[in-house]
């Protein structure tokens, strides 16, 4: 164990507040909650050399790793990460295992479903498929549709240099989303060029894969520090995507590179904010809609730039909330045994979106968005394809 | 129950409990008397290693010889009590290293094996250690469990026929032609006096054993040496951590369950029941374990407490001396030529079989019994085993204390406190010290037992205090803002001082 970690362990009081703020405790009783799956099973893991596992490490599994405890500890405790470490030595059932490894690895499915998108979607719809999919435990829910499109991107050099880092969603479910942020990008007169790596490693730790996703870290990290060097800020428009370069990567790979890269790493909101610019201006503004705050956005803790800067200038009444989970968390919402769980914790927020009679729904994040789609029907659009919209009705 | 035992036990600690059990086991009728809870003394303020008598091996080789063999016959007959984390020795590159070839060679005589480990492969398995490490060998020390092992003893004994009491304290003795006849015994909790016969008295009274042998008029001569001992939230190392030097302050961690026990301290005391730790005591420890490990300031204390040594000094001339040099065996009949009497001093709570046995032996054959000490060959158990459960089932989530360990805990007791709970569960031992599981047994035991109001809110109001005295001399950093919490949940919400309560045990 790591001495930052145990130093960690040390400042738990036991208070609970990171229990009242669980997500999984409030929709499932037998989920001991984040204060005993944290500091309190460390301990006591410690105390068997931190070899024995405990039975109740399986409920570990259900811990959507939403770190919504992390945030909410007042003494700066992390739980989520003791969970993280913990789930990947957990040993489970095979077959559950092996649905898990499909789904840690959503960017080779995405590359393989964004070359042949139509076959892929017709696949991911054909009840064949749909009943494999059952049989190692996936859920049957809408899968997200798989995409492909070239991204148009100016050759011209500037001062200012961003890398921008899609991630997998944009990447192979909605390239739109690239586009848009590379126009904003461009817009906002920075020389934009698109990062060579693939997956952050998300949801390969959330999967309790760490062994894989540490080493995916350390080549991330490489390739992002070569272009650092080279004066570009790194961008993220996935909240996941952006606390795992920011945090995660710290707690896999604890050392220098992790800390200047997180120096580094930018939502595409909080460069926008941080840098005052606001180039549009229009009275064409969209009367209501209601913005979801991501879980990772929070645990970031940098606020809401795409909301406060699409209230300003874009949408007249724009209800912020942050108070809902949609549930989902990656991957946790597609799988067989939790998707009850998952939708359960998504209920008031679906209820909320419901009451506020809204037409449009915003979030940073790609699988809130199909999570609040699937739990309203409302349309869900990513912050920057609404700000890019707005900019083409400004030009 | 019979006002007539053949011998009495007095004291409830390790030697107490060892010698009932082994009585038992030869099928003499006994009864022990302890004026706590068992294990309330010296064997539940220690340092909780079973030694495997690797530092002892340079300055008394004898002793070294017996802890090895004990330790070997403990780990075989009392696993519940022990955890075998194996133990090491370190010499850092301030330290005086002929003394290691002394120790090695020591502890080569004693016969205990000693396996050299690299510093480097050391600190993969122990980064907590220091990085100054020049030489390093493992030795086969353990931790052990006095509340458990205490209870373990008598449960045994129980088992074959002897009794106990716990808080009944010895007053006096009844002696007729200089010969004990019995003891007079008065129960603290309603203060009643009754008288047991007996044909021979054991004195197990450890720091105690003076004021006990001075109620029959005699006199040992016993000076008290305190010794100050800290614990920490949660384990440093995995091992038993020993300082290669020739013993001294701060010199040994032990990894006890979920913390780690660190110390101690030698300072000659006015009286066995001084067992408070200072702050200044304490901050003089941590200086001295910063030497073996370099973080040890900025790691978590949850407790502070100190356990007193029984120094026996014999007077010059004596007679009566039948033991080794560890621990003494004293026949007062050889001194004032009083009948009926024995008193064990000394010793460590690693040989406390041994001196059992050696007691035993010899009272057995006054009283012309002859059957052979077989304690060694039968296990002991916990009364209350740690089994797994469900999370939702923990009463005291820091140490996984489950409602049927409660009720376990108390079976067959009439009156109990928490403090008794929870020496044979750990209920309250961890980091929140019972802030969080304290009012939730008081409710628990409220429900299960039908105590009234003001019985369950006594047990809530001691159990609070006693927590509170044991961290006062380590409250800063995060035990005082956990103090606060502890604070702010008793004295706001619950309105502690108010509480409408049965009197306060003093
Ligand atoms: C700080 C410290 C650290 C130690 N560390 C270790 C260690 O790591 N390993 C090890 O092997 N040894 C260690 N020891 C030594 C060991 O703890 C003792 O040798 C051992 O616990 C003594 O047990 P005991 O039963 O003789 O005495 P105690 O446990 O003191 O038992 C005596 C009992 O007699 C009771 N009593 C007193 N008066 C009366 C009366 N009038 N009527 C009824 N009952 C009475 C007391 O309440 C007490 O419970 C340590 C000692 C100290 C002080
Ligand atoms: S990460 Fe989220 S689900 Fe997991 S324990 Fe923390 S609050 Fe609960
Ligand atoms: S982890 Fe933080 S919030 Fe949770 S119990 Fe500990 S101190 Fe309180």
New binding site residues.
């Given amino acids: 164990m790591s001495k930052g970690d145990e130093r960690n362990l040390d400042h738990c009081l036991k208070c609970s507040t990171c229990h009242t703020q669980c997500p999984v405790v409030a929709n499932y009783l037998a989920f001991p909650g984040p204060k005993q799956l944290g500091p309190e099973l460390e301990r006591l893991r410690l105390a068997r050399g931190g070899k024995a596992p405990f039975e109740i490490d399986e409920a570990l599994n259900y811990c959507t790793n939403c770190k919504r405890c992390d945030i909410a500890c007042p003494h700066g405790v992390k739980p989520s990460y003791y969970n993280i470490k913990n789930k990947a030595k957990l040993k489970g059932k095979s077959l559950n295992k092996f649905r898990d490894w499909i789904l840690a690895h959503n960017v080779w499915w995405g590359k393989i479903g964004s070359q042949i998108p139509s076959l892929t979607n017709f696949g991911l719809k054909f009840p064949l498929t749909r009943l494999s999919m059952g049989l190692v435990g996936v859920a049957n829910r809408h899968f997200p549709k798989y995409e492909k499109k070239k991204v148009i991107i100016s050759k011209e050099k500037k001062e200012k240099k961003a890398l921008y880092y899609a991630g997998c969603y944009a990447s192979y479910n909605e390239p739109q989303i690239i586009q848009a942020a590379v126009n904003i990008l461009e817009a906002c007169g920075y020389q934009v060029e698109l990062a060579p790596a693939a997956c952050c490693g998300t949801p390969m730790v959330s999967n309790g894969l760490l062994e894989e996703a540490g080493k995916l870290a350390e080549k991330n990290t490489d390739i992002f520090l070569k272009y650092i060097q080279q004066g570009f800020k790194i961008i993220t428009t996935c909240s996941s995507c952006g606390l795992a370069l920011k945090e995660e990567y710290a707690h896999m790979l604890p050392g220098e590179k992790s800390n200047r890269l997180r120096k580094n790493i930018w939502d595409l909101f909080e460069i926008l904010d941080e840098e005052g610019i606001l180039p549009f201006s229009s009275s064409q503004k969209i009367a209501k809609a209601y913005y979801h705050v991501p879980c990772h956005l929070k645990a970031q803790g940098i606020g809401v730039p795409a909301a406060n800067l699409l209230k300003a200038i874009a949408i007249k009444e724009l209800i912020i909330e942050d108070s809902y989970c949609c549930g989902i968390s990656g991957t946790y919402g597609f799988k067989k045994e939790k998707y009850a769980l998952s939708m359960a914790i998504g209920g008031p927020l679906f209820q909320d979106i419901k009451e506020s009679q809204v037409p449009l729904v915003i979030t940073d994040c790609g699988t809130c968005k199909l999570q609040i789609e699937h739990g309203t029907g409302v349309t869900v659009n990513h912050p920057a394809v609404i700000l890019e919209n707005y900019l083409k009705k400004t030009q | 129950m019979t006002n007539k035992v053949q011998v009495v036990v007095?004291?409830?600690?390790?030697?107490?409990t060892g010698i009932l059990r082994d009585l038992a086991l030869r099928g003499i009728d006994s009864l022990l008397?302890?004026?706590?809870d068992l294990?309330?003394?010296?064997?539940?303020?220690?340092?909780?290693?079973?030694?495997s008598g690797a530092r002892y091996v340079v300055k008394d080789l004898h002793s070294a010889e017996e802890c090895i063999q004990e330790n070997i016959i403990l780990k075989e007959i009392a696993p519940d009590c022990i955890e075998d984390t194996g133990g090491m020795f370190i010499a850092t590159k301030n330290d005086d290293l002929s003394y290691v070839n002394q120790w090695l060679e020591g502890c080569e005589k004693a016969g205990i094996n000693t396996g050299e480990v690299s510093a480097q492969e050391l600190l993969k398995e122990e980064p907590a250690l220091t990085p100054d490490i020049v030489k390093a060998y493992y030795v086969p020390d353990a931790a052990?469990d006095?509340f458990t092992l205490a209870a373990a003893n008598v449960l045994s004994a129980n088992k074959a026929g002897a009794q106990v009491k716990t808080y009944?304290?010895?007053?006096g003795f009844k002696l007729e032609q200089n010969k004990v006849r019995g003891v007079y015994l008065q129960n603290k909790r309603t203060g009643k006096e009754e008288l047991v016969g007996c044909d021979y008295v054991i004195n197990?009274?450890?720091?105690?054993a003076g004021?006990?042998a001075a109620l029959a008029g005699q006199n040992i001569n016993i000076s008290p040496?305190?010794?100050?001992?800290v614990i920490f939230n949660h384990r440093i190392t995995n091992r038993v951590l020993n300082h290669l030097r020739p013993p001294g302050d701060g010199d040994?961690f032990?990894p006890h369950g979920s913390v780690t026990v660190f110390?101690?301290t030698s300072r000659l005391t006015s009286s066995p029941d001084d067992n408070e730790a200072t702050r200044g005591e304490v901050l003089e420890l941590l200086a001295e374990g910063s030497n073996l490990v370099p973080d040890l300031k900025e790691m978590r204390l949850i407790r502070a407490f100190?356990?007193?040594?029984p120094i026996y000094q014999p007077e010059g001339g004596e007679v009566g001396r039948e033991a080794t040099r560890d621990f003494t065996l004293i026949d007062h009949s050889r001194f004032t030529g009083l009948q009926g009497m024995v008193s064990?001093v000394g010793?460590?709570?690693?040989?406390?079989r041994l001196m059992a046995k050696v007691a035993v032996d010899m009272v057995a054959g006054r009283l012309g019994i002859d059957k052979p000490c077989i304690t060694h060959l039968e296990k002991i158990y916990a009364p209350v085993p740690r089994n797994g459960a469900k999370p939702g089932e923990y009463l005291c989530q820091c140490e996984m204390v489950t409602k049927k360990m409660l009720d376990q805990a108390v079976l067959e007791k009439e009156q109990f406190s928490l403090s008794d709970v929870r020496r044979l569960t750990r209920l309250g031992m961890g980091p929140c010290q019972g802030t969080f599981c304290t009012f939730r047994a008081a409710g628990y035991y409220h429900e299960s037992r039908g105590l009234k109001v003001k019985a369950a809110n006594k047990l809530l109001k001691d159990h609070i205090e006693e927590r509170w005295k044991g961290s006062k001399a380590v409250l800063w950093g995060q035990q005082a803002q956990e103090a606060q919490l502890t604070r702010g949940i008793y004295l706001g919400l619950l309105n502690l001082e108010r509480l409408d309560s049965d009197r306060h045990d003093v």
């Fill in positions: 007095i004291g409830g600690g390790a030697t107490g008397v302890e004026q706590n294990a309330t003394g010296t064997s539940g303020r220690f340092h909780g290693l079973l030694h052990v006095g009944t304290k010895v007053v197990a009274g450890g720091a105690w004021q006990i040496d305190k010794g100050v001992l040994i032990v110390g101690t100190a356990g007193v040594r064990v010793g460590k709570l690693t040989t406390f």
